[in-house]
């Protein structure tokens, strides 16, 4: 059992917990008001070794967080911070709508990281964005309706 997801001092325990397919990453966003768990601070924690690999600390409450073997996504609610896992180097913030329950869905794929989450408060619209690259060359375009499909041989969209 980890002792930072656990809620015995009455503190404040474990909000959000994300672990990276069936590896030993593990990530906990806190529920309490004191610091150490407080639900604007992000750990990464190595569930086989019991360290913590990274503690990050946002300016407002983290509402979601997202995996895959390249890429750590935290999501705001009105922003969306994209860190490269293995270095965990911010790259790239983007501002979004209102998006109080962290709606997001990023692919497992290493070289595409598709990363799609809501365009605007009205329904039907998503922001799907591609960030492959270690440098994050990124490309994004608004798609209407429920679902999009990417066809990378010919890249259409």
Request: aromatic share 8%; with cysteine; proline share 4%.
């Amino acid at each position: 059992m980890l002792s930072v997801a656990g809620d015995r001092s009455g503190e404040g325990g474990a909000g959000i917990v994300e672990m990276l397919f069936h590896t030993s990453l593990v990530s906990l966003v806190g529920a309490g008001e004191q610091a150490s768990f407080s639900p604007r601070r992000l750990r990464l924690w190595n569930t086989k070794t019991e360290t913590e690999i990274c503690d990050l600390n946002f300016v407002h409450t983290v509402v979601n967080v997202r995996l895959n073997r390249s890429r750590l996504i935290a999501l705001l609610e009105n922003k969306i911070h994209l860190f490269d896992l293995k270095s965990m180097k911010i790259l790239h913030t983007l501002d979004t709508v209102s998006n109080p329950t962290g709606v997001c869905a990023l692919s497992p794929s290493v070289d595409n990281c598709f990363l799609a989450f809501p365009a605007s408060e009205t329904k039907g619209e998503v922001w799907p964005s591609v960030h492959s690259s270690p440098a994050l060359s990124s490309r994004s375009y608004l798609m209407r309706g429920c679902g999009w499909c990417v066809n990378d041989t010919h890249n259409r969209y």
